[in-house]
């Protein structure tokens, strides 16, 4: 996961996953069937590794914006630790780099962007006191889960971890202000 995370799907060759791995090539065939699938199942293995871990508090009973900004930071922190450029959101390079010509691919990161418009309408919800079916919230937690996304991707070229908080920091302010004016 890691390998295609960082160098993208079409740059990392099968001599790269063998490296990554340390098994042979024969076993990523024989296990996968190749590097398409495998790069599919480390695609479910990003949900349960890297998504869930940070964004359960989004998608918690009585979860609010206060929690979407904890997972904004969260997420920052990890870049503190990686460094820069980041390495961004692997669903949201492979959105940019594959899905548009791979139709599971594009199943795939669909289903993510999804399961991330779910959860910020779970947190909305709360502090619109309203459900999170309601349009209004559906269309903000749409619009969260874009700029999330443009956030993530922003990273991988940010010059400080500063950029990045500013614009995280503006987006829990416009939510704010969204959420004051309804």
């Given at each position: 996961m890691w390998q295609f995370w960082e160098h993208g799907y079409e740059a990392t060759s099968m001599d790269d996953l063998v490296k990554a791995?340390?098994?042979?090539?024969?076993?990523?065939y024989t296990e996968f069937g190749g590097k398409r699938d495998l790069f599919l199942a480390c695609l479910d293995h990003y949900q349960a590794a890297a998504v869930t871990p940070g964004f359960d508090i989004v998608e918690a009973d009585g979860a609010t914006v206060a929690d979407i900004q904890t997972f904004l930071e969260t997420r920052i922190g990890l870049a503190k630790e990686l460094g820069l450029p980041a390495i961004g959101?692997?669903?949201?390079?492979?959105?940019?780099?594959?899905a548009a010509h791979d139709p599971d691919i594009a199943?795939?990161?669909?289903?993510?962007?999804?399961?991330?418009?779910?959860g910020f309408a779970n947190a909305l919800a709360?502090?619109?006191?309203?459900?999170?079916?309601?349009?209004?919230?559906?269309?903000?937690?749409?619009?969260?889960t874009l700029s999330v996304q443009g956030l993530w991707a922003f990273a991988r070229s940010a010059k400080s971890l500063r950029e990045i908080e500013e614009r995280a920091d503006t987006l829990i302010d416009v939510v704010k202000t969204m959420i004051a004016k309804r």
């Open positions: 791995t340390g098994v042979g090539r024969g076993a990523i959101c692997l669903v949201s390079n492979t959105l940019t780099e594959l199943k795939a990161t669909r289903a993510h962007f999804d399961r991330l418009t779910k709360n502090d619109m006191n309203l459900p999170a079916t309601e349009k209004s919230v559906k269309k903000l937690a749409a619009f969260v």
